[in-house]
C-alpha cells in the first residue's frame, strides 16, 4: 500500500495548501519507516520544505529529514550538501525572531523548532568535519543568546550541548557545551542537574580538562539530598580522579563520609576503596586513607579491601609499628565498625610488641603509651563486643592466643579469656577455645614456634587470586568485558603478575596429572579464610578428604603440611582422619619435636593428642645435610638460574635448593618473580627471595630457597616447571622453562 500510494503523497507534497504539505511530510515518514527503498524518492522534496515560512511545515520537513538520515546513507549524503544552509538559516531566523504568540512558549520563540533542528544538525554534522565547521558559529550564538533561567530555554541549551558534543566542533565551542553543563550544575531543579551529570559523563572522553574545571561544583553534588543525584555525582566524580587530584577529591570524599546518609555510605565507601587502591603512590598515604575509611564505615568495607589492606602492611615492614599503632587507637575511638576490628585486632595479635615498645616510629609521630596489659584489654574488648560474628571473634582469639606468646605475663589472663568461649554455642569458637586453651596450658615449650609472626603474605599471588575472582564474578553476571580496575598500585617492589594463571605452569608429563591444590569452600567468612587459610577443606594425593574439624587448627598451625608463601600449586597435603571423640590436638609434645614433622594420625576411639608419639630427639633445627653438585637449571640470552643442592640424610626425600638468579644483559631487572610449580607428588614450598632488582652485567644476583620433598624418591626423579617475570626500563617481561637435569637420587 506504502508503495502504491507513494506517488499521491509526492504529489500532495507539492501542494500550495500549507496544512496538505505539512500532513503529507507527516505521511512520508511513515512510509519512510515502512519501505526504506523509497527514501530517495522524497529527498529533493524534503529539501525543498525548508524553504517554507509556516513553523509547522518546517517541524514536519525536519523529521522528514530525520528519517531520511536514519534509511539510506545516499539521503544522509545529499542533505549534507543540500541542507546544512537552510538549517542553518531557520535556526538564525528563529533564534532572532521577534516576539510571536502563536510560537511562543515561555518567552522563548518555538522551542520545539528549535530542538528539532538541532537534533538534525547533529546527525549531519557527526563524522563531518565541513558540515561541523558550517554550523559551529550558529551553536555558539544559540550557546550564548538562549536564556537559561526559564524551563524552555534550558531544554534548548541541552540539545545544543548534545549537538556540539556529537560533532566534530572546536575545541573552544566544547569548552563552552560544558561550562553550560556547569552552570545546570548550579539549578535548583533536580532534573537539569541530573541531565547535566549524565551527559558531563559522555563528555569526559572528548575533554576531560574541561570538566575537571567543574570539579568543585561536581562534588557538592555527591552531597546533594537527591540519592539519583548522588550516585551520578559520585561516578562521575571517580570517573576524574587521576593521579595529579586523588588526594584532594579522596580528602573530600572521606570527610563527606563521615555525615553521609547510612543508605549511601555503602557506595561511598566502594568509590573511595577503589580509588585510593588504583591511584595511590606511596604507601603511607593508603594506609592513611584506608585507616580513616575503616574508622569512618568499617561496616560497609568489603572483605576483600580489608585482605589486601592487611597483604599490603604484610609487605611494608617499615611502616608495620606505625600502623598497628593508628589502628590501636581508631580501635579505641571507633570500636563497633566491624571492619576495622578485624584489620586492628590481626595487627595487634602480630605486631603487639611494637605496639608496647613503640618501634619503627616515624618522623613527627607521637609517641603511643599501651602496656602489655592495655594490648589485651583492647582485643577482649573488641571480642565483647562482636561476640556475634563468629569472624571477627575468631580472629579476636588467635590474636589472643598470639599476644600469649608475646607477652608472657598476660599469658595466664589470656587463658582465662580464651576458656570463656568453651561453652560458645558457635562451634569455630566452641572448638578455637578448647585447642587454644590446650596450647596454653601444656606446650609451653613449643608455643612460640606455633604463634610466631605469620610470613610476608605474597601480594602477586593475592592479585592474581582477586582480579580472578573479580572476572569470574563478572562471567556470573552475564556482563559484558570490562577492563579492571587494576589491583594495589603501589611502589612495594612486587610487579603485577601477568593475566595467565599460575595453572599454566602445571604441564608437566612426569606424573600425566597436575599438581593438587587445596581448595577451601566460599562461605560467609571468606575473609578469614583467605587471611588464614582456615576453613577449607584440603584434599590429599590420595584423595581422601579431611574432616574439617581437625583440618581448621592443621591449616593455621601448618601442621601436617607445608603451605607455600608463594602462593604455588603443586603441594599435598597429609591426611588426617577423622577423629570420633574430642581429643587434644596437641598434648604430649616433646620440647625438642620439630612441628613440620608431624606423621599422618589414623583413626582412634579415645582421647588422645596428634602430637603424642613423637620422638623426643627430633631437632627442631633439622639435622645435617649432605651436598650435591650446582646445575645450570636454565640459561638463555638475558637470564641465567644456577640450583645448589643440600638433603638431610634422616630423610633423603627432603632436598633443600638454594637458588641464584644472574642477569646477562646491560639493563637491570626490577620487579623480579620466580615461581615454580611440580608434579602431585612433589612438595615445594618457596621462601621469599633476597631482593626484586637482579643487577646488569651479571653484577651482583638475587638468591631464593626452595625446599621439595619427593614422595617417590628413587622411583620418579625430580621435575620443575618454573617462569620469571620481571620489567626492564618498565615494559613487562616473561620467561619460563623445564627442569629435567636434577641429579640422579634426588
Same mark, same amino acid.
Given at each position: 500500500m506504502a508503495r502504491d500510494l507513494s506517488p499521491?503523497?509526492?504529489?500532495?507534497?507539492?501542494?500550495?495548501?500549507?496544512?496538505?504539505?505539512?500532513?503529507?511530510?507527516?505521511?512520508?515518514?511513515?512510509?519512510?519507516?515502512?519501505?526504506?527503498?523509497?527514501?530517495?524518492?522524497?529527498?529533493?522534496?524534503?529539501?525543498?520544505?525548508?524553504?517554507?515560512?509556516h513553523h509547522?511545515?518546517?517541524?514536519?520537513?525536519?523529521?522528514?529529514?530525520?528519517?531520511?538520515?536514519?534509511?539510506?546513507?545516499?539521503?544522509?549524503?545529499?542533505?549534507?550538501?543540500?541542507?546544512?544552509?537552510?538549517?542553518?538559516?531557520?535556526?538564525?531566523?528563529?533564534?532572532?525572531?521577534?516576539?510571536?504568540?502563536?510560537?511562543?512558549?515561555?518567552?522563548?520563540?518555538?522551542?520545539?523548532?528549535?530542538?528539532?533542528?538541532?537534533?538534525?544538525?547533529?546527525?549531519?554534522?557527526? #563524522?563531518? +568535519?565541513?558540515?561541523? @565547521?558550517?554550523?559551529?558559529? /550558529?551553536?555558539?550564538?544559540? $550557546? *550564548?543568546?538562549?536564556?537559561?533561567?526559564?524551563?524552555? #530555554?534550558? +531544554?534548548?541549551?541541552? @540539545?545544543?550541548?548534545?549537538? /556540539?558534543?556529537?560533532?566534530? $566542533? *572546536?575545541?573552544?565551542?566544547?569548552?563552552?557545551?560544558?561550562?553550560?553543563?556547569?552552570?545546570?550544575?548550579?539549578?535548583?531543579?533536580?532534573?537539569?542537574?541530573?541531565?547535566?551529570?549524565?551527559?558531563?559523563?559522555?563528555?569526559?572522553?572528548?575533554?576531560?580538562?574541561?570538566?575537571?574545571?567543574?570539579?568543585?561544583?561536581?562534588?557538592?553534588?555527591?552531597?546533594d539530598a537527591d540519592a539519583s543525584i548522588r550516585k551520578r555525582a559520585l561516578e562521575l566524580v571517580f570517573l576524574l580522579v587521576n593521579d595529579t587530584n586523588v588526594e584532594p577529591l579522596t580528602k573530600e570524599l572521606i570527610d563527606y563520609l563521615s555525615i553521609a546518609d547510612?543508605?549511601?555510605?555503602?557506595?561511598?565507601?566502594?568509590?573511595?576503596?577503589s580509588i585510593v587502591?588504583?591511584?595511590?603512590?606511596?604507601?603511607?598515604?593508603?594506609?592513611?586513607?584506608?585507616?580513616?575509611?575503616?574508622?569512618?564505615?568499617?561496616?560497609?568495607?568489603?572483605?576483600?579491601?580489608?585482605?589486601?589492606?592487611?597483604?599490603?602492611?604484610?609487605?611494608?615492614?617499615?611502616?608495620?609499628?606505625?600502623?598497628?599503632?593508628?589502628?590501636?587507637?581508631?580501635?579505641?575511638?571507633?570500636?563497633k565498625q566491624g571492619s576495622l576490628v578485624r584489620v586492628a585486632v590481626w595487627c595487634i595479635g602480630e605486631y603487639g610488641e611494637m605496639l608496647v615498645n613503640n618501634v619503627g616510629m616515624l618522623d613527627g609521630e607521637e609517641p603511643v603509651t599501651v602496656t602489655e596489659s592495655g594490648a589485651v584489654d583492647a582485643v577482649e574488648i573488641a571480642l565483647n563486643c562482636h561476640s556475634a560474628d563468629a569472624t571477627t571473634g575468631a580472629m579476636c582469639l588467635v590474636a589472643l592466643l598470639k599476644l600469649s606468646s608475646r607477652f608472657p605475663s598476660t599469658s595466664e589472663r589470656v587463658k582465662q579469656i580464651v576458656a570463656r568461649n568453651k561453652e560458645n554455642v558457635v562451634l569455630e569458637l566452641q572448638q578455637r577455645s578448647i585447642e587454644f586453651s590446650s596450647i596454653i596450658q601444656r606446650h609451653q615449650s613449643i608455643r612460640s614456634s606455633l604463634l610466631e609472626r605469620m610470613p610476608v603474605l605474597d601480594e602477586a599471588s593475592y592479585l592474581v587470586k582477586r582480579a580472578t575472582a573479580t572476572q569470574a564474578t563478572i562471567s556470573a553476571d552475564k556482563l559484558a568485558p570490562t577492563v579492571a580496575p587494576g589491583g594495589l598500585k603501589l611502589p612495594n617492589g612486587v610487579a603485577k603478575p601477568t593475566s595467565a594463571p599460575l595453572a599454566d605452569l602445571l604441564d608437566l608429563s612426569s606424573d600425566g596429572a597436575p599438581a593438587s591444590t587445596t581448595t577451601s569452600t566460599t562461605t560467609s567468612n571468606g575473609f578469614l579464610q583467605d587471611l588464614l587459610g582456615i576453613g577449607g577443606v584440603s584434599t590429599a594425593t590420595t584423595g581422601v578428604p579431611s574432616i574439617a574439624s581437625t583440618d581448621i587448627l592443621m591449616d593455621l598451625l601448618s601442621i601436617g603440611s607445608s603451605p607455600s608463601q608463594n602462593g604455588t600449586p603443586g603441594q599435598e597435603s597429609k591426611p588426617v582422619h577423622a577423629v570420633p571423640e574430642a581429643i587434644d590436638l596437641l598434648g604430649s609434645l616433646s620440647s625438642t619435636t620439630s612441628v613440620s614433622e608431624t606423621k599422618p594420625t589414623h583413626l582412634v576411639s579415645q582421647d588422645m593428642d596428634l602430637l603424642d608419639g613423637l620422638s623426643s630427639s627430633t631437632s627442631v633445627s633439622g639435622l645435617e645435610k649432605t651436598v650435591h653438585p650446582s646445575i645450570t637449571a636454565f640459561q638463555s640470552a638475558t637470564l641465567?638460574?644456577?640450583?645448589?643442592?643440600?638433603?638431610?640424610?634422616?630423610?633423603?626425600?627432603?632436598?633443600?635448593?638454594?637458588?641464584?638468579?644472574?642477569?646477562?644483559?646491560?639493563?637491570?631487572?626490577?620487579?623480579?618473580?620466580?615461581?615454580?610449580?611440580?608434579?602431585?607428588?612433589?612438595?615445594?614450598?618457596?621462601?621469599?627471595?633476597?631482593g626484586n632488582t637482579v643487577p646488569a652485567n651479571g653484577n651482583g644476583s638475587v638468591t631464593q630457597g626452595l625446599n621439595v620433598t619427593n614422595n617417590q624418591q628413587g622411583q620418579k626423579p625430580l621435575a620443575m616447571r618454573i617462569r620469571m617475570s620481571y620489567k626492564v626500563n618498565g615494559e613487562d617481561r616473561l620467561e619460563q622453562g623445564q627442569v629435567s637435569n636434577f641429579p640422579s637420587g634426588l
Open positions: 499521491e503523497v509526492e504529489r500532495l507534497m507539492r501542494s500550495r495548501e500549507v496544512n496538505t504539505k505539512k500532513k503529507a511530510a507527516l505521511c512520508s515518514i511513515r512510509i519512510v519507516r515502512k519501505v526504506p527503498d523509497l527514501a530517495e524518492n522524497f529527498m529533493a522534496l524534503a529539501a525543498s520544505l525548508l524553504k517554507e515560512k509547522g511545515v518546517l517541524i514536519s520537513a525536519i523529521q522528514l529529514c530525520t528519517e531520511l538520515c536514519k534509511a539510506s546513507k545516499d539521503a544522509l549524503e545529499y542533505l549534507r550538501k543540500n541542507c546544512i544552509e537552510g538549517l542553518v538559516r531557520i535556526l538564525r531566523d528563529v533564534s532572532n525572531s521577534s516576539y510571536a504568540p502563536e510560537y511562543d512558549v515561555s518567552g522563548i520563540a518555538d522551542p520545539f523548532l528549535h530542538i528539532r533542528v538541532l537534533k538534525l544538525m547533529r546527525i549531519l554534522g557527526q #563524522g563531518d +568535519a565541513d558540515c561541523s @565547521e558550517y554550523m559551529n558559529d /550558529i551553536l555558539a550564538q544559540v $550557546a *550564548t543568546k538562549t536564556e537559561s533561567n526559564k524551563n524552555a #530555554g534550558n +531544554a534548548i541549551l541541552y @540539545e545544543c550541548v548534545q549537538t /556540539i558534543m556529537g560533532i566534530e $566542533a *572546536t575545541s573552544g565551542l566544547r569548552v563552552l557545551a560544558i561550562n553550560i553543563l556547569g552552570r545546570f550544575l548550579s539549578n535548583r531543579d533536580n532534573n537539569i542537574r541530573y541531565v547535566a551529570l549524565n551527559m558531563l559523563m559522555r563528555a569526559i572522553a572528548v575533554d576531560v580538562l574541561a570538566v575537571q574545571r567543574h570539579r568543585t561544583t561536581i562534588l557538592e553534588c555527591v552531597k547510612p543508605d549511601f555510605k555503602g557506595d561511598l565507601t566502594a568509590k573511595i576503596c587502591e588504583k591511584f595511590s603512590q606511596e604507601k603511607l598515604w593508603y594506609l592513611d586513607q584506608m585507616i580513616k575509611v575503616l574508622s569512618l564505615a568499617g561496616n560497609h568495607v568489603k572483605d576483600d579491601v580489608c585482605h589486601a589492606l592487611i597483604v599490603v602492611l604484610s609487605n611494608a615492614s617499615e611502616l608495620q609499628g606505625y600502623s598497628v599503632r593508628s589502628l590501636y587507637k581508631a580501635l579505641q575511638a571507633y570500636g641465567k638460574i644456577t640450583f645448589d643442592f643440600k638433603r638431610q640424610p634422616g630423610n633423603p626425600r627432603e632436598t633443600t635448593i638454594h637458588a641464584t638468579f644472574t642477569n646477562l644483559t646491560s639493563s637491570t631487572y626490577t620487579d623480579f618473580i620466580f615461581q615454580a610449580a611440580v608434579p602431585k607428588f612433589i612438595q615445594l614450598k618457596l621462601d621469599p627471595a633476597s
